[in-house]
Antibody, heavy 121, light 105 residues
Framework: QVLLQESGPGLVKPSQTLSLSCTVSGGSVSHGTYYWSWVRQRPGKGLECIGYISNSGTPSYNPSLRGRLTISADTTKNQFSLKLSSVTAADTAVYYC?????????????WGQGMLVTVSS | ETVLTQSPATLSLSPGERATLSCRASQSISNYLAWYQQKPGQAPRLLIYDTSNRATGIPARFSGSGSGTDFTLIISSLEPEDFAVYYCQQRSDRVIFGQGTRLEI
């Protein structure tokens, strides 16, 4: 059973950097063909995949956030992290970490419980 | 840019009835699609991957079909716990989700 747990500040000021980590247990961020992902959900809205990092360390970012977003992995802690710079109120959302797997095609088979991050002064 | 459009936006049914949810892609990018269920305050849960394969632990009343641009999720006989929001998902140059269908009693 793979478990994912998000952690980080729940409140970030506008123009600052949002930083979250996801700790993985029951699996390894450096083994297997998986894509360690971040998905966000603005209040009352749908799901948006903002990016992921493969087990080889190659990141892929949603073009709408490219330039502000960095996803990285720390294999020693079995964690992966998200940094989103220059945040605005539009970045207020529940942020989920998830594991993407290539079956025939890509799907998210394990999810963290989610973390609400509010951007406000 | 590929867009996934789900219909209907809201589906009102009763327990025991059959639910048919649709997901249409603006262009054909894959014959594979995933479906998720999300209940209030919870993370999404993978129901179906590769269009028609049930994820681990998903009851047989959930089934998926389709190809190209048109995909369908069917819940054969609704249980009270099935009332939730359902999302479809594909990957092209990025991972995309439909806007969701709310299944309500």
């Amino acid at each position: 059973q793979v478990l994912l747990q998000e952690s980080g500040p729940g409140l970030v000021k506008p123009s600052q950097t949002l930083s979250l980590s996801c700790t993985v247990s029951g699996g390894s961020v450096s083994h297997g063909t998986y894509y360690w992902s971040w998905v966000r959900q603005r209040p009352g809205k749908g799901l948006e995949c903002i990016g992921y990092i493969s087990n080889s360390g190659t990141p892929s970012y949603n073009p709408s956030l490219r330039g502000r977003l960095t996803i990285s992995a720390d294999t020693t802690k079995n964690q992966f992290s998200l940094k989103l710079s220059s945040v605005t109120a539009a970045d207020t959302a529940v942020y989920y970490c998830a594991r993407g797997q290539l079956f025939g095609e890509f799907a998210f088979d394990y999810w963290g419980q989610g973390m609400l991050v509010t951007v406000s002064s | 840019e590929t867009v996934l459009t789900q219909s209907p936006a809201t589906l009102s049914l009763s327990p025991g009835e059959r639910a048919t949810l649709s997901c249409r892609a603006s262009q054909s990018i894959s014959n594979y699609l995933a479906w998720y269920q999300q209940k209030p305050g919870q993370a999404p849960r993978l129901l179906i991957y590769d269009t028609s394969n049930r994820a681990t632990g998903i009851p047989a009343r959930f089934s998926g079909s389709g190809s190209g641009t048109d995909f369908t999720l069917i819940i054969s006989s609704l249980e009270p716990e099935d009332f939730a929001v359902y999302y479809c998902q594909q990957r092209s140059d990025r991972v995309i989700f439909g806007q969701g269908t709310r299944l309500e009693i």
